[in-house]
């Protein structure tokens, strides 16, 4: 993608405005940042969404108030350009801010440089990846395969689905869009190969950004190794939607199977820093907290573990890569990375095979698992019309609250998620938040860095190694959409309801106690105009109401999210699902899914458990349909 000339000027002139180049450091423009954005724009999907971003740089010398144009500006005046944007009334203007505020400090700080190693952080993780266990198959020309079942993704769902196939003596063909990329400690390469969008994903408006495996195991390659079984309250309110099964033993066993395959255990849960002061701050507060279970053997836990979200150098996490697709493929499988499904082939009402552009496939079933922001765009470009596909979409929603502590906490290091606190999971009905902590390393903390002016941000970014996270995790009871353009390509249409925010807010006055109690100095919100706290000087109440006066709008403050649910949920009925009890799509015979899509409502807990259990479900009644 080639800028013109004015859009380039007004790129670089953004870039030197969030970060000048303080205290010794290169401007942004220096760094290579607006080349970096520029790579980053080239890689999204969804032109049109490109198209907006070009036509503001178009028009943005002209932002400031005539007749001088904006990268003519002093710093100060610049900055109060982008504080007008990020405060505007507008959302269309916030949304703007947002996406230009997160591609330049991410690249700033996330970029290996003077900017990164200003931080604190030691760097990439220099370290030979531990090898697979089987080779996948990379397409060579064009090529037609033949088999029982096609699968469609190699995740949580798609790898135990074809694991669960292949030992039932059926020959399995998994298509994996991604590739079998090699372990790199270093973050923003290793989020271009294995993340969905390059780890860029957003909601539409850009209000809420989402993270996503793209690469062989999906998920499960880089996701903290959480493993936590679907809770009883939730099994019997998907039961209630006329999926029986998700309350039976039928389940349970489910359950039992993926959690004995993917090697779940108790004794790889050594406390990072972050999780000690969540654990210290709980008890503190004579509130729950408890150790995570996780998906590892051999971990090292605080010495490389920190490093994890980008494939595991040890070869210690144990995702479908290591053990469902290993069997599969023990079994006779095939396994294709770089393969990306168009269509379902579909003839007389059942599902025959798989349009991938140059492999095809025949088969005698199809079982889609591409997450549940792919799988309802695959199963519209095959036709289907359900009306229940693409709705549902629940994303258990976050919003960081940072502590600043005395002591060193070196956020990007130790154990991924070694603690919870299920406190207030409860808070109505079955809804509420738990607490957790995450890893943060440069390029993330970049993204979500709030601005204020480039000193501000400057001066909060120093503090980095002293840093503690910890987060409300929403489960969310209303839901949004995932639509698909013209292009084929899916976007998420999603905002918090009021409902949804009341318990949003309670964990964030939650966090911000967890962290009081542990002894921050001071507690900052991730507002985009910030919010400071230092306990002693006022009460959480009155933290709570400047964070109030911010605003919890779309923009206002950063919501994220790794957990993509429901948008092709199993049921009862075709009026209120796109599947039926066994996760076959009610359009399409022998069509079956076997991901996060399938949720009838919100786990409530880190969902990789709960999709490997419907998918084991789901396949072993497709096995049995096949034989």
């Not at 000339?5 to 450091?25: E, K, M, N, W, Y």
């Not at 330049?104 to 990439?124: D, K, N, T």
């Not at 999906?218 to 936590?228: D, E, I, M």
């Not at 976007?491 to 962290?515: N, T």
Request: aromatic share 8%; with cysteine; charged share 20%.
């Amino acid at each position: 993608m080639e800028l013109s000339r004015r859009q380039h000027a007004a790129l670089v002139a953004i870039c030197d405005t969030f970060s000048p180049g303080l205290d010794g450091l290169p401007p942004a423009s220096e760094a290579g940042v607006p080349e970096a954005v520029v790579g980053a724009f080239e890689r999204h999907p969804r032109k049109h969404e490109l198209q907006e971003i070009l036509r503001l740089l178009s028009v943005w010398e002209h932002a400031a108030r005539p007749p001088r144009r904006f990268s003519s500006l002093p710093l100060a005046a610049r900055e109060e350009v982008l504080r007008s944007w990020r405060d505007s009334s507008l959302e269309r203007k916030r949304s703007a801010y947002k996406v230009l505020r997160k591609a330049v400090l991410h690249h700033y700080f996330g970029l290996p440089g003077p900017a990164r190693s200003s931080l604190g952080y030691p760097g990439a993780l220099e370290r030979a990846a531990a090898a697979l266990p089987f080779e996948p198959e990379r397409a060579q020309g064009e090529l037609l395969v033949d088999c029982d079942v096609c699968v469609v993704g190699s995740g949580a769902g798609g790898g135990t689905a074809a694991g669960v196939l292949a030992a039932a003596g059926l020959d399995v063909a998994v298509l994996e869009a991604g590739e079998a990329a090699a372990f790199s400690g270093e973050e923003i390469d290793s989020l271009q190969r294995l993340y969905l969008e390059g780890g860029a994903s957003a909601t539409e408006d850009q209000s809420l950004d989402f993270l996503g495996g793209w690469c062989l195991g999906g998920g499960t390659t880089v996701n903290w190794t959480t493993a936590l079984r679907t809770p009883d309250d939730v099994r019997d309110e998907w039961a209630a939607h006329g999926v029986p099964a998700f309350a039976a033993d039928e389940f349970v066993r489910s359950l039992d199977a993926v959690e004995k395959r993917l090697e779940v255990n108790g004794e790889h849960s050594t406390a990072s820093g972050r999780d000690l002061v969540l654990e210290r701050g709980a008890e503190a507060l004579g509130w729950h907290v408890g150790a995570q279970p996780r998906n590892v053997r051999g971990c090292d836990e605080n010495g490389v573990c920190g490093y994890c979200g980008f494939g595991c150098a040890l070869g210690a996490k144990r995702g479908t890569a290591e053990t469902w697709l290993a069997d599969a493929a023990k079994a006779g499988a095939r396994v294709l990375v770089g393969v990306r499904a168009q269509r379902v082939l579909v003839e007389r009402g059942a599902a025959v095979g798989v349009d991938a552009g140059r492999v095809q496939v025949r088969a005698r079933a199809v079982v889609v698992a591409c997450g549940a922001f792919h799988t309802p765009a695959l199963l519209r470009r095959s036709g289907l019309t359900n009306a229940a596909i693409g709705r549902n979409l629940r994303f258990h929603p976050v919003t960081l609250v940072v502590g600043e502590f005395e002591e060193p906490i070196n956020p990007w290091q130790g154990t991924l998620q070694a603690r919870y606190s299920e406190e207030h999971a409860r808070i109505d009905a079955g809804y509420g938040v738990r607490y957790e902590t995450a890893p943060i390393h440069p390029g993330f903390f970049g993204a979500g860095l709030q601005w204020d002016g480039a000193r501000e941000s400057l001066e909060l970014a120093k503090r980095y190694p002293y840093l503690a996270p910890v987060f409300p995790l929403v489960r969310d009871r209303d839901a949004g959409e995932v639509v698909v353009g013209r292009d084929g390509e899916p976007s998420a249409r999603y905002r918090l309801s009021p409902y949804d925010v009341r318990h949003l807010r309670a964990g964030f006055v939650g966090a911000a106690r967890i962290l009081e109690a542990a002894g921050a100095i001071r507690i900052v919100s991730t507002h985009a105009r910030p919010v400071s706290w230092k306990p002693g000087e006022r009460g959480v109440g009155q933290f709570l109401a400047e964070a109030d006066a911010r605003g919890w709008e779309p923009n206002r403050v950063l919501y994220a999210s790794a957990h993509v649910m429901g948008t092709a949920r199993m049921g009862g009925s075709p009026a209120g699902s796109a599947c039926d009890p066994m996760g076959e799509t009610w359009e399409v015979s022998r069509l079956v899914i076997c991901d996060g899509s399938t949720f009838p409502t919100a786990s409530g807990v880190n969902p990789m458990i709960s999709i490997a259990a419907v998918a084991h479900l789901n396949a072993s009644a497709l096995a049995t349909r096949l034989a």
